[in-house]
């Protein structure tokens, strides 16, 4: 059976940092797409990055040059670092996964058949 399973989150001020890992388990699949979404409060649930097995990235606008996501593919892990945190990033976030996948289909919600059960960043100003 997959699962993914985040770690990572946590609450911190305005400007710092934070890595989440979401690993993969239960599956050997060699081509794979894996992002990261997140929901705050009262909104809907949006894309945030995503990569697949060659290592290609995607960004939200409202993220480039402030989170990077890379993986580990013989871990069947993802992570995210995310730096100079701002207070409209709180949200809880969650990893997603296409698999099997060559390539990222996008921030669709609807397009990805795995999903872990999310870890919450709370960044205070």
């Known amino acids: 059976q997959v699962q993914l399973e985040e770690s990572g989150g946590g609450s911190v001020r305005t400007g710092g940092s934070l890595r989440l890992s979401c690993a993969g388990i239960?599956?050997?699949?060699?081509?794979?797409?894996m992002g990261w979404f997140r929901q705050a409060p009262g909104k809907e649930r949006e894309g945030v990055a995503t990569i697949n097995s060659d290592g290609i990235t995607n960004y939200a606008n409202s993220v480039k040059d402030r989170f990077t996501i890379s993986r580990d593919n013989a871990k069947n892990t993802v992570y995210l670092q995310m730096d100079s945190l701002k207070p409209e990033d709180t949200a809880m976030y969650y990893c997603a996964a296409l698999l099997p996948s060559d390539v990222c289909p996008g921030f669709d919600m609807a397009d990805y058949n795995y999903w872990g059960q999310g870890t919450q960043v709370t960044v205070s100003s």
């Open positions: 239960g599956y050997a699949y060699s081509t794979q797409c």
